[in-house]
């Protein structure tokens, strides 16, 4: 049977349609109208692409939806904090001398990527929700930590100053 909204033939039984999700008529007492197939050349240019599988916590099997490619501040900020609560392991090259400045770039370069793969997710939106979240907590954490060290500095220096005797 053919859908009357996109022209997709379907199963015979189907109740709505498996292209464009539209009821499909039960063909009781109503005018059924079967529309040819449309042409191959038609139904390509009218067809949108199919949607993206969730594929999250595959592991390298996963591919990331190009929705997310870029950059991952969450994981910059707070490097291996933030791979323990995605999975990401690899993050704990952070503790290494020396690699440890590499890897906090490397984390804000593939951290989207790694997080998709080795954790599962309920959709490219959750994903975007809980990186913001963790983008926003690592700036939160990173302006608290100049601020603190301003304040360790101006101590310092009135310490310094002070003319204090014991």
């Known amino acids: 049977m053919y ?3 996109c022209g997709y033939q379907n199963e015979p039984d189907a ?3 498996n292209n464009c999700g539209n009821p499909m ?11 040819p197939p449309p042409s191959p050349a038609v139904q390509s240019t ?3 692409p199919p949607p993206m599988q969730n594929n999250s916590g595959h592991g390298k099997l996963a591919s990331l939806p ?3 490619q870029g950059w991952n501040w969450g994981a910059f900020f707070l490097t291996w904090i933030w791979g323990i609560g995605n999975n990401t392991w690899i993050a704990f090259l ?4 020396l690699v440890n400045f590499v890897m906090i770039f490397v984390l804000g370069a593939k951290g989207n990527e790694w997080a998709w793969q080795n954790k599962y997710w309920q959709g490219i939106e959750h994903f975007k929700r809980v990186q913001k979240l963790w983008a926003i907590w690592g700036f939160v954490l990173f302006l608290i930590g100049i601020l603190f060290a301003v ?3 101006v101590v310092a220096a009135a310490a310094v100053n002070s003319n204090y005797r014991y």
């Open 3 to 5: 859908c009357k909204e």
């Open 66 to 68: 190009p929705q997310l």
């Open 151 to 153: 304040i360790i500095i």
């Open 46 to 48: 009218m067809s949108s």
């Open 15 to 17: 109740k709505f349609c």
């Open 94 to 97: 952070t503790w290494i001398p």
């Open 25 to 35: 008529s039960s063909g009781l007492g109503s005018n059924q109208y079967q529309a």
